[in-house]
């Protein structure tokens, strides 16, 4: 009894039933299961109240306790960097993937009398989508706005900057530094507490998703969205294992480490609601908070593994059932407008239709009626690209780290290997 006790009591296999129940109830009774939708949004927007002031302390207090500010600039330059590497490949891969299965063969979709008011929003945003307004966004126009907005990519500005001025008064400022770290850690508590309620908010969204949308639409375009799986699978278990190996640790202790995340994620379909409980988690691991603190909020914009993947095979997808050929050229010069608006959409609602709707604009061959055909298929194809956005922003974090001299390796292999830290 206490080992079935135990089990359950568990946030894994608590997750893991509610998302299989929420599934089952959209199955059988889709009209009540897409009424569950605010259990889901009920429980990312608790975890989102809490990213603000949690990215805020965590950068504040690791950036004021990193020793110097050529360090701080050192973190930021090697994360960017790792970031349009690791998100070009994605990109590439997904490009060679969509033209080897070509899941716009066969599909027969006519762009004249296409109901555009499924997509309107998203076309819509794309028109103000450039790389100058994303980089005048991430300029708040006050500190409190950006605290308001929930805006990580302002609230990160605003915490770098913060954090480098408590650094310089040293002495003076760390008074100041105490409290925000004991603010931090009744944040991380909080976060605790909204983790038992994950299984509710996994269920709810779970229970949304298949009653909203329904088994049929994923037949429809069944080819399109195995390609997106396995595509982000080869990516997690052949690059990212790769980068991983090279740091000298093992993929799957690691996965097994953050597997709680990825269920969490698996569940509501937003690599949010994993955020700060990924944060706790690789501090845990023996990563400093400083790197900590830079690269996954940074990542969580720039590093979107998963969504690049999704990007280009949805972008050529288009154009394959529209039956608009594109030659080597037109898909590099695709490849290259990917690389920018998949930067340009990180902070906007929906930023995978604005992204698409970006590109495909470049291209007035392909319709931006063929974005009407993914509607239905996209909340099933973010679980995918969401826990691959999760795992290659973790990624990041220990291997930057690693980078950085900024990871207690024996502390890192001990938990990965046995679940506890090593005995001092």
């Not at 066969?106 to 997509?119: H, R, T």
């Not at 982000?232 to 278990?237: M, S």
């Not at 090279?246 to 949010?272: D, P, Q, R």
Request: charged residues 10%; positive net charge.
């Amino acid at each position: 009894m206490a080992g079935i006790r135990k089990t359950f009591g568990s946030l894994y296999i608590q997750v893991l039933c509610a998302i299989a129940l929420g599934a089952l109830f959209g199955f059988l009774d889709p009209a009540h299961a897409a009424a569950m939708k605010p259990l889901g949004d009920g429980f990312i927007k608790l975890v989102k109240m809490l990213i603000a002031p949690i990215v805020f302390t965590t950068v504040v207090v690791g950036i004021s306790q990193a020793g110097a500010v050529k360090d701080v600039g050192r973190i930021g330059l090697r994360a960017i960097v790792y970031f349009e590497v690791v998100s070009t490949i994605a990109l590439v891969i997904g490009l060679i993937v969509v033209n080897v299965l070509h899941p716009g063969s066969g599909l027969a979709f006519d762009p004249a009398g296409v109901d555009m008011k499924s997509v309107a929003t998203y076309t819509s945003a794309s028109q103000q989508l450039s790389t100058v307004d994303f980089l005048m966004n991430v300029i708040p126009d006050s500190v409190v706005g950006a605290f308001a907005a929930g805006n990580v990519l302002q609230v990160l500005l605003f915490s770098v900057l913060f954090g480098l001025v408590l650094l310089k008064l040293e002495t003076v400022g760390r008074p100041v530094v105490a409290l925000i770290d004991t603010i931090s850690k009744a944040l991380f508590g909080l976060v605790a507490m909204i983790m038992k309620l994950a299984p509710i908010g996994a269920f709810g969204a779970m229970a949304f998703t298949v009653g909203k949308y329904g088994i049929g639409a994923l037949l429809t375009l069944g080819k399109l969205m195995a390609g997106v799986y396995i595509t982000c699978a080869a990516f997690i278990f052949i690059v990212l294992a790769a980068i991983v190996a090279a740091a000298g640790f093992n993929m799957f202790k690691f996965l097994k480490y953050i597997a709680e995340e990825i269920l969490i994620v698996l569940g509501t379909s937003s690599s949010e609601s994993a955020l700060p409980r990924l944060m706790d988690k690789m501090e845990h691991l023996g990563c400093a908070r400083a790197v900590v603190g830079m690269v996954v909020p940074t990542g969580y914009s720039f590093n979107l593994d998963g969504t690049s993947i999704y990007m280009t095979m949805a972008a050529i997808f288009v154009a394959q059932v529209s039956g608009v050929h594109l030659t080597l050229g037109q898909q590099l010069t695709l490849l290259g407008v990917l690389l920018l608006t998949s930067k340009g959409a990180a902070a906007v609602t929906g930023s995978g239709f604005v992204t698409l709707a970006a590109t495909l604009a470049v291209f007035p061959s392909i319709p931006l009626a063929g974005l009407t055909l993914l509607v239905g298929v996209d909340r099933f194809m973010s679980e995918a690209r969401s826990i691959t956005n999760l795992i290659g922003n973790a990624v990041a974090t220990l291997v930057i780290s690693k980078w950085e001299g900024a990871l207690d390796v024996r502390r890192a292999q001990a938990i990965l290997t046995t679940g506890h830290p090593p005995a001092d």
